[in-house]
Structures are given as C-alpha cells and as structure tokens.
C-alpha cells in the first residue's frame, strides 16, 4: 500500500532563517506531487506541483521553492522565511485516473510557525 | 480563474441533528471531490462524484452532483461526535495534472 511521509511533524523558525521540508512517497511511482500550505482556520492553498523529476510548477509567485530530486521525494525550501509563511504544510499524491475518477492523498503535514 | 463557493463556513449542531454543507461553481465541473480533516489532522479523501446528478452513500454521508454539475452537497444523517471536522470540497481544473480548487471549509462541531 502507498504511503506518504512528511517531516518534521512542527517546526519553530525565526524569520529570515531558511526552510527546508521533505516528503516522501512509498509504493507507487512516478506519482503527481504537490505541496499545499493551510493557514490557521483557513482553506488549502495549492503552492507547487510535480509532474515527475525535475518538472515544478508554481502556482503562487512567493519567496517559497519546491524541488523533485527523485521520484518519489518532494522538498519545499525557502531561503529566507516570512512572518506569512506560518502555516500547515501539506504534501499531497495523486492516484492514477480510472473512468475519470482519482483520489488525492495527503500527508501528516507540517506545523510551521515563524516568529 | 475558476471558484468553488462553499457554505455554510461553520455549522453547530446537536448530537443526533442532521448536517448539510454545499458547494456551488459558476462553471460545469468536470468532477468534485470531498474531503474531511480532523482537527489536527490532514485531509483525508472522502469521495468522488463525477456523473450528472450522481447521488453516493457512505453509511451516514450522502454526496450528491448537481444535474448541470455545478453544485455538489454532502448531507450527513443523525450527527455523532466523531464527524466533528472540517468538510472540504474540491474541483479539478488542472487537466491532466489533477490540479485541485479547495472550497474554503465547512466547521462542523457536534454538541454531545
């Protein structure tokens, strides 16, 4: 079965310090990524995606970066963190699509609070 | 670019009450999907509607597609304590990439 790991679990980062946050995903391959952030209360905001190695689309122009260096591994980076990046981070995979149906799977996700 | 309106924001009720929360678009949507998150937790995949006027059944939850497919609504019967979360919907816009538009949330707390 498929699963998908995130850490760390939370994270407690001054501002202008850098991020780095790691996802893996076991049993599939060449799966579709993606990296959402959740502020306090609020909705999923989609930040990247991956189509396969090296592939990433932005979908919100931000100091954020996110990099697919293997198949089954995205990372989500930033060099100098916001008081805004606060939020709960959230990698997501994507199942194959059968009859135009597919399922969206998300990981623990990470807690980050920048103070 | 293309919304999902979802309402209502947050919902108390009492144990045993029934619970409704809806989702509306401008646009046809090609599917929708529903999602639950707990609170602490991360979304967890709930259901997938795709057909016109699509009506699913998961034990007490009922997801159903509007026939112009553009509204959905997830109806759950006689709440417990253990729906308390938050229900999201989500729409497709992203072609094959399976990019996904989240609605913004339905709180629901049941008051035991």
């Known amino acids: 079965s498929q699963t998908i790991h995130q850490w760390p679990a939370t994270l407690v980062q001054p501002v202008g310090s850098p991020l780095s946050l790691e996802c893996t995903v076991e049993?599939?391959?060449?799966?579709?990524l993606y990296w959402y952030r959740q502020a306090a209360g609020r909705g999923l905001q989609l930040l990247f995606y991956?189509?396969?190695?090296?592939?990433i689309s932005s979908e919100v122009p931000q100091n954020l970066s996110a990099s697919r260096p293997q198949d089954r591994q995205f990372i989500l980076s930033s060099k100098k963190l916001l008081l805004s990046d606060s939020g709960f981070y959230l990698c997501a995979w994507r199942t194959g699509e059968i009859a135009g149906e597919y399922e969206q799977y998300f990981g623990p996700g990470t807690r980050l609070t920048v103070t | 670019g293309q919304q999902v309106m979802q309402i209502p924001q947050y919902q108390h009720v009492q144990e045993g009450e029934d619970f409704t929360t809806y989702c509306n678009s401008s646009?046809?949507?090609?599917?929708i999907q529903w999602y639950k998150q707990r609170p602490g937790g991360h979304p967890v995949f709930l259901i997938q509607?795709?057909?016109?006027?699509e009506v699913k059944k998961q034990k007490r939850l009922t997801f159903q597609f509007g026939e112009a497919k553009k509204n959905s609504s997830l109806h759950i019967t006689a709440t417990q304590t253990t729906d308390v979360g938050t229900y999201f919907c989500a729409v497709n816009y992203g072609g094959s990439q399976g990019n996904l538009i989240f609605g913004k949330g339905t709180k629901l707390s049941v008051k035991p």
């Open positions: 049993g599939t391959s060449n799966p579709n």
């Open positions: 509607l795709v057909k016109s006027g």
């Open positions: 991956s189509v396969g190695i090296g592939q």
């Open positions: 646009t046809t949507l090609s599917n």
